[in-house]
């Protein structure tokens, strides 16, 4: 076999593996297989060149086959591109590891979100899985704080009219990594999503292992996005059992405790 066809089939295997790892759903993958096959068949035809009817139909249909999908998965695409563009292509085939998220960290994190909610004071917390978030992702990456993860914290770091309150906060290893971290805004639901539902889509569109709680400051909802996608309005019990399963471990049952009186509790609320 001539070198130049086996580099080809090689680079031609590697591509699409490469485009397989970012389709992550079942029904979307078919389409990509059905697609890749169509080529394969192309490919097979025009090089025999005995055909040439049948050859003009398949790449007509080719070309509308990938008009429709750069309409479909412009949102994988574009992660694609941005993820080749910074050279991080191991992020895209790296598997999917739950095990950096805790216990205690799902217990602290569901118990502060329940009291942000009570106090309809908004809030915006992004959870690394194993994206391996870094601060060029980010339109700002906020100010480093690298401490422990703890409710008390998480309610003072969104007390409202502080410097931190607009921003999120990045979690990664069990730790608060910075706050005040400005999000990139995703543009479906413009007209329905306020600013931290956008950038929480954002965010989880772009980078698969990784997942957002947000605390609406209107109504004092909780959210929880995932994948590009949004479940709201969720309880306190659900968001606990959400971050349960990421980790593998069975969702415990939350007790009430009664909220600890902060500033910001005292001052009436924003709408």
């Not at 750069?70 to 941005?82: C, N, P």
């Not at 993820?83 to 118990?111: A, F, K």
């Not at 003072?156 to 607009?166: A, E, I, K, Q, S």
């Amino acid at each position: 076999m001539d070198l130049r066809y086996l580099i080809d089939y090689l680079l031609a295997i590697s591509f699409s593996t490469l485009i397989f790892a970012c389709i992550s759903e079942g029904r979307p993958r078919l389409v990509l297989r059905g697609y890749l096959s169509l080529i394969a068949f192309a490919w097979f035809i025009e090089t025999y060149n005995i055909y040439p009817l049948t050859t003009k139909i398949v790449d007509g249909v080719i070309l509308f086959c990938s008009l429709s999908l750069a309409i479909l998965w412009q949102g994988d695409l574009r992660r694609l591109m941005e993820l080749l563009g910074t050279g991080r292509v191991d992020i895209i085939l790296r598997s999917h590891h739950n095990d950096e998220l805790n216990t205690s960290t799902v217990d602290q994190l569901t118990e502060a979100a329940g009291r942000l909610s009570q106090s309809r004071r908004g809030a915006l917390v992004v959870i690394d899985l194993g994206s391996n978030l870094r601060p060029e992702d980010f339109l700002n990456p906020g100010i480093p704080l690298d401490a422990q993860i703890s409710v008390d914290l998480l309610l003072n770091v969104f007390v409202t009219d502080t410097p931190l309150h607009d921003g999120a906060v990045l979690v990664q290893n069990n730790r608060i990594r910075s706050a005040g971290v400005i999000l990139p805004l995703s543009h479906q639901g413009l007209n329905r999503y306020g600013t931290r539902h956008l950038a929480a889509l954002g965010i989880t569109e772009r980078f698969n292992h990784c997942v957002c709680i947000v605390v609406s400051e209107e109504t004092g909802n909780l959210s929880f996005a995932k994948e590009g996608k949004l479940e709201r309005p969720i309880t306190s019990s659900r968001l606990q059992m959400l971050l349960s399963r990421l980790v593998g471990n069975p969702p415990r049952k939350i007790t009430s405790v009664p909220p600890r009186k902060l500033l910001s509790d005292i001052l009436e609320p924003r709408a």
